[in-house]
């Protein structure tokens, strides 16, 4: 299996644009969580998914941040208007059951100038 | 709730042995440890759950005390490939997903 897939894997913006994040989870995985990396807050959990249903957005930071999952294999984040504070590291990572063994994707490091 | 890890940072030479702790102020169901390397993605070593069970991996251990809602991360005779920074993550439940915490930062030198 080629494991989690997330694209880009940098992003380059400007505030006030449009930003979207893009993952494949492992074929079979029925969660799939999306993580933010920062020096001053470590990974937060931002929304978890079951079988492509949202469970848990309350870790989302505002209205500016949506997340989809249209189909088993997909699912996106987006930042829209971005802003200079959104710059991280974003991960997503996929797993059989909540509260097992995570899959890490190789992250999305945003920079919102 | 997010756990809390201590130290924040500690720097080992070869061969030393390190503990690394993570501790939470609610009632702790599982407790997971990842490891990631700088500039690439967190990679699981193990899970413990509930029971106050130890796990190994190779010479990197941990131990969950439950009572305490506390685990640790016991490397010994660390080798450089150590280096990096670990994560403990807890769940409270069977079903809710994993938070962690802020990290412990490794640096293993020769």
């Known amino acids: 299996d080629a494991g989690v897939i997330q694209s880009p894997r940098h992003e380059v913006t400007e505030m006030g644009q449009e930003v979207t994040l893009r993952c494949k989870p492992i074929?079979?995985?029925?969660?799939l969580f999306w993580y933010r990396q920062t020096m001053m807050r470590g990974l937060e959990l931002l929304i978890y998914?079951?079988?492509?249903?949202?469970?848990?957005d309350s870790g989302m930071p505002e209205d500016r941040f949506s997340a989809k999952m249209p189909n088993a294999s997909f699912s996106t984040l987006k930042i829209q208007p971005s802003e200079p504070r959104d710059s991280a590291v974003y991960f997503c990572a996929s797993s059989t059951l909540t509260g097992k063994k995570l899959f890490f994707g190789s992250g999305t490091q945003l920079s919102v100038l | 709730q997010q756990p809390v890890q201590s130290p924040q940072a500690v720097i080992l030479r070869e061969g030393e042995d390190a503990v690394i702790n993570c501790s939470s102020s609610k009632a702790l169901y599982s407790v997971h440890w990842y490891r990631q390397k700088h500039g690439e993605a967190p990679v699981f070593l193990m899970i413990l759950l509930k029971g106050g069970e130890q796990k190994g991996h190779e010479k990197i251990s941990a131990s969950f005390n439950e009572k305490k809602q506390q685990s640790s991360l016991y490397l010994t005779a660390s080798q450089l490939s150590y280096s990096g920074t670990y994560f403990c993550g807890t769940t409270n439940s069977g079903n809710t997903p994993l938070v962690f915490g802020k990290g412990t930062r490794l640096s293993v030198i020769a």
């Open positions: 074929s079979g995985h029925d969660y």
């Open positions: 998914f079951n079988n492509n249903v949202p469970i848990d």
